[in-house]
């Protein structure tokens, strides 16, 4: 009986589908559309702890909440098994892409940074953007001029990334030195806002598949800079602009180009403008521009191919395009490579 009900469910789904006499295919995409954003707006907000006072003495995973703006708000930690309590750790922000969330970024299978997390004894925070759901689901940053509901409710994502590091310093045992922060896509168009904004509190930055979209940018004291993009990045495209991939431009941005967000960086930290070649294997280059003031570093790594996505990593969905993650560097690796040189 039950195989029989699910024939005719997905003969019915079928029929309202491909008919055209019953309805349109953009009346069934409001439908999709309108049942999606309700299950969005049912799903619980994350089970999370408001004590942000208590000193976390153990390692293992923690989520917590607090009111910011006016609006609940959302980060995960994860402390490796050698954290151990009077011993300073370093701290890695790491920032998800636009409609995603904290949750999706933690994830093992697609990003790799618990397994790093340990590997190299480092906290890791994940922070969730702003969502208008109260699950924290399909979230994004305002990042000057991207993206989205953050953007266009001028949510101050840059206060609320200062008051969780202000909370993470008394919860944990930090190393204010070595703290610094990453994302992808939005969240690497958030690291640039830090970057420019919160200069004094991080020793430096990784971005990963998207661009310095700033609209201001006064950065106290140099930076150093590791981009990573995709040649053929079909969302935030290497020569600037927006990918055709976005149905509704109004939510992003005509993206600022790789080459013109490392000529801003190269020019803020005062480096030479000749970079030298430091990796060149097939698939992927990178470009370091060294003799920066205070002897910070500008770093550009280049894949061939990737598209929209974290090299090394597995494209957690439909957000990001279709394209396999390059394999020809591992954006954690070089990632913390950078960071152990900074």
């Known amino acids: 009986m039950k195989y029989k009900f699910k024939f005719l469910s ?8 491909f008919s055209t006499e019953s309805c349109s295919r953009g009346w069934l995409r409001s439908k999709i559309k309108e049942r999606f954003q309700t299950r969005m707006e049912e799903k619980p907000a994350p089970i999370a702890s408001s004590d942000l006072t208590t000193k976390i003495e153990t390692p293992g995973d923690y989520t917590f909440t607090f009111s910011h703006g006016g609006f609940p708000r959302y980060y995960k930690v994860h402390v490796p098994k050698s954290y151990v309590t009077n011993k300073q750790a370093p701290l890695l922000f790491v920032l998800h892409g636009g409609g995603g969330d904290m949750e999706i970024q933690a994830n ?3 990003y790799h940074q618990i397994s790093k997390s340990e590997e190299n004894g480092y906290i890791v925070l994940f922070p969730n953007g702003y969502s208008k759901f109260k699950s924290g689901k399909i979230a994004t940053w305002n990042a000057g001029n991207c993206c ?10 840059v206060g609320f990334i200062k008051e969780i590091l202000e909370h993470a310093t008394k919860q944990l045992y930090i190393d204010k030195t070595k703290v610094y922060v990453t994302g992808m896509s939005n969240g690497a168009m958030m690291s640039y806002r830090l970057a ?16 310095d979209n700033t609209i201001t940018c006064n950065p106290t004291k140099p930076i150093s ?5 995709a040649k053929d990045d079909d969302k935030v495209l290497f020569y600037g602009g927006a990918g055709n991939s976005f149905k ?11 080459p013109n967000t490392i000529s801003k ?16 294997e097939p698939g992927v280059t990178c470009d370091e521009y060294g003799e920066c003031k205070d002897g910070v570093k500008v770093k550009l790594c280049v894949t061939e191919s990737g598209g929209h996505s974290w090299p090394g990593g597995k494209k ?10 390059s394999t020809a560097i591992k954006a954690n690796d070089a990632m913390w490579e950078f960071f152990k040189g900074n």
Request: with cysteine.
């Open 10 to 17: 997905i003969l019915v789904l079928s029929l309202i589908f």
């Open 108 to 110: 093992e299978d697609y």
């Open 148 to 157: 989205a509901d953050a953007r266009d409710q001028k949510i101050d994502d």
């Open 196 to 211: 420019c904004e919160m200069t004094d509190k991080f020793a430096a930055i990784t971005t990963v598949a998207g661009t």
């Open 225 to 229: 800079i590791l981009h990573i993009h």
């Open 248 to 258: 509704d431009r109004n939510l992003v941005t005509d993206f600022v180009s790789v």
């Open 265 to 280: 960086w190269v020019k803020f930290n005062q480096c030479n403008t000749t970079p030298k070649r430091v990796l060149e």
């Open 316 to 325: 957690p969905s439909l957000f990001f395009g279709s394209a396999t993650p």
